[in-house]
């Protein structure tokens, strides 16, 4: 996944004309040329939104794994409770199924209790 850093440069070289000499009323002559100067904040708005939808959706194990070792957020079921942890995903060389360890311990969630996870972002 890309930092954010990284989207909103991508964001700003594909939407922001840079070659207007009046950037503010641009009139998208430009090639390469997307939108003014004055809608770049409503532009960068949107553009959070949607950052902060990517940053915050939960994925479903059934749908998607992480990669195995890699240290995401999940949320489980456990005692009759849904619980939240740190953890990463192992898979089991003898059952072939995966196997989530909750980070810094010993304590391990079965798969089928996984509900769902999500990267932990910088």
């Not at 942890?85 to 209790?113: M, P, Q, Y």
Request: net charge negative; with cysteine; aromatic share 10%.
């Amino acid at each position: 996944m890309e930092t954010i850093e990284e989207r909103a440069k991508a964001f700003c070289e594909n939407n922001i004309c840079v070659d207007c000499g009046d950037r503010k009323n641009c009139d998208r002559g430009c090639v390469g040329c997307c939108i003014p100067t004055f809608s770049a904040l409503e532009w960068l708005i949107q553009f959070g939104k949607s950052e902060h939808t990517g940053l915050t959706r939960w994925h479903d194990p059934k749908e998607e794994l992480p990669e195995y070792v890699k240290v995401v957020e999940v949320k489980y079921k456990a005692f009759n409770k849904i619980m939240m942890a740190i953890a990463f995903r192992l898979g089991d060389l003898w059952s072939g199924k995966n196997k989530w360890c909750i980070d810094g311990t010993s304590v391990r969630i079965d798969h089928e209790n996984i509900l769902g996870w999500r990267e932990i972002q910088e």
